[in-house]
């Protein structure tokens, strides 16, 4: 089942992550070791909430913390099973952890803090824990914006900690590009209770910044 898909920075790739309703995991299946082309992406018609099946094949090469949820996969193999919509908060929805460092296994860095909210969230290079989280909180914990530089960022709360990090969720940033951020706010969930996806980036450093890659979180969807 489809939960996140998301814009990359290079490559105009997309990348898809899902819940295996019969391993009870995270996976991110990657056609033939790459990530996705946006024209079979559309021409499938998958967004969150399709459920697809695949066929595995071989094991990622890449180093973690992307490595515990890759999936390589036979790219002849993709078929949609399912359109309907399931339930992200229900018994049968991906698992959420109680907090965002939990979902990161207590691995979660940062870089500086401005009035009470975490900047550059992320977890170093060849960390041992998941490149996927997901958690579930109130609508006003969830607020999108534009950053000096023009970009779509979210500060998301979890009850602990108020973090800021980049929103790469594709349905987000479509609605964004079109009309702004109130456009990218409209798109969210009509529900009191949301299902907030997070990842990692591939690990890279920021321009003009003279330290070490990390791979910086990101908000992947909200459902």
């Known amino acids: 089942m489809i939960t996140d898909l998301t814009v990359m920075a290079e490559g105009g790739r997309l990348c898809i992550a899902g819940w295996d309703l019969e391993g009870e995991r995270m996976v991110r299946p990657l056609p033939d070791g790459?990530?996705?082309?946006?024209?079979?992406?559309?021409?499938?018609?998958?967004?969150?909430?399709?459920?697809?099946?695949?066929?595995?094949?071989?094991?990622?090469?890449?180093?973690?913390?992307?490595?515990?949820?890759?999936?390589?996969?036979?790219?002849?193999?993709?078929?949609?099973?399912?359109?309907?919509?399931?339930?992200?908060?229900?018994?049968?929805?991906?698992?959420?952890?109680?907090?965002?460092?939990?979902?990161?296994?207590?691995?979660?860095?940062?870089?500086?803090?401005y009035r009470g909210v975490l900047q550059g969230v992320h977890v170093m290079p060849g960390t041992r824990c998941p490149s996927l989280a997901a958690i579930n909180i109130a609508r006003a914990q969830v607020r999108l914006f534009e950053d000096s530089y023009g970009a779509l960022k979210?500060?998301?709360?979890?009850?602990?900690?108020?973090?800021?990090?980049?929103?790469?969720?594709?349905?987000?940033?479509?609605?964004?590009?079109?009309g702004g951020v109130d456009a990218a706010t409209a798109t969210l969930p009509v529900r009191g209770v949301f299902h907030v996806r997070l990842g990692l980036a591939h690990a890279h450093a920021r321009p003009n910044a003279n330290d070490a890659p990390k791979c910086f979180m990101m908000l992947n969807g909200v459902l």
């Open 154 to 178: 979210a500060e998301v709360e979890d009850n602990e900690t108020n973090y800021c990090v980049k929103v790469t969720s594709r349905r987000l940033r479509d609605a964004w590009d079109r």
């Open 34 to 113: 790459h990530h996705w082309l946006p024209e079979v992406v559309d021409y499938l018609c998958i967004v969150p909430g399709v459920t697809i099946r695949v066929h595995p094949v071989g094991r990622s090469s890449r180093d973690f913390p992307h490595r515990t949820e890759d999936l390589p996969i036979d790219s002849n193999s993709v078929r949609v099973v399912e359109y309907g919509f399931r339930d992200w908060v229900g018994v049968a929805g991906p698992k959420v952890a109680p907090s965002i460092s939990a979902g990161f296994a207590g691995n979660v860095c940062h870089n500086s803090e």
